[in-house]
């Protein structure tokens, strides 16, 4: 396993690959040894040889894109932490991506506890304030379609109705405003959203408080919101995660 590791790692140190002889020796392995692991990573995928010389194949491009987005995760997630513990609150982050809600991490505590997830927060979109900010920044067409996938639907007594109240709802929403939501996903429970854009891409913010202490949402939401311009430059991500 560490020789072909060695002989992966040598490959990568070449941006148009090299050939198996001087493979073998940055690798520090004999000739024979080398010309075997380089058919075993090239049968099973990891690399590809093309006109002598030996590049990454798909099956190592996976492993480092997998890595890649391990690394990104961990510095939203770190960066949420922050938030959490600086505002007191739990605090989510979101993406809309190929047609769908993806709740990407959350940061909570014991004492402070992220929303159950009780009815799929893809499905019920326009029941929660993530789903509500992410909906509105999209376009007519594909806000429609969302919709026409994911009907609008009552989740609690204090939910939009129906789907001409959401669009009304979603058309009055000023641009980059926080977008609050009450008891509509959850009894007993307040949140508020802030949009996110990065290129073409829609994301949110939220955070979330029980009822009884919804005096604190806004000023809350107004802390992280005078924050996310430096909390989104310092996750140096792109939202392709």
């Known amino acids: 396993m560490q ?6 790692e040598a490959v990568g140190s070449h941006r148009d690959g090299a050939p198996a002889k001087q493979l073998a020796r940055e690798a520090g392995l004999p000739l024979p040894t080398a010309y075997h692991l380089l058919r075993t990573l090239t049968h099973e995928g990891y690399l590809r040889r093309e006109k002598g010389v030996f590049l990454y194949g798909d099956a190592a491009e996976r492993l480092a894109g997998g890595g890649a987005q391990q690394n990104r995760r961990t ?4 960066s949420l932490e922050h938030w959490r513990d600086v505002i007191g609150v739990p605090v989510y982050f979101a993406v809309y991506r190929e047609g769908e809600i993806e709740l990407v991490a959350v940061a909570d505590t014991p004492n402070a506890p992220a929303v159950e997830e009780w009815a799929d927060f893809r499905e019920t979109g326009h029941a929660h304030a993530l789903g509500q900010c992410l909906l509105s920044q999209l376009d007519e067409k594909s806000r429609q ?3 026409d996938r994911h009907p609008v639907q009552p989740v609690t007594r204090y939910s939009v109705p129906g789907q001409r109240a959401l669009m009304e709802r979603l058309g009055s929403m000023e641009r980059m405003k926080p977008v609050i939501e009450r008891q509509e996903y959850a009894l007993g429970t307040v949140c508020a959203a802030i949009p996110i854009t990065v290129g073409t891409t829609a994301a949110t913010m939220a955070i979330s408080l029980p009822v009884h202490q919804e005096g ?3 000023p809350a939401v107004e802390q992280l919101r005078s924050e996310v311009g430096a909390l989104v430059s310092s996750l140096a991500f792109s939202i392709s995660i």
């Open 145 to 147: 379609d969302h919709l």
């Open 3 to 8: 020789r072909a590791l060695r002989l992966l």
């Open 216 to 218: 604190r949402l806004l």
């Open 75 to 78: 510095k939203i997630s770190d």
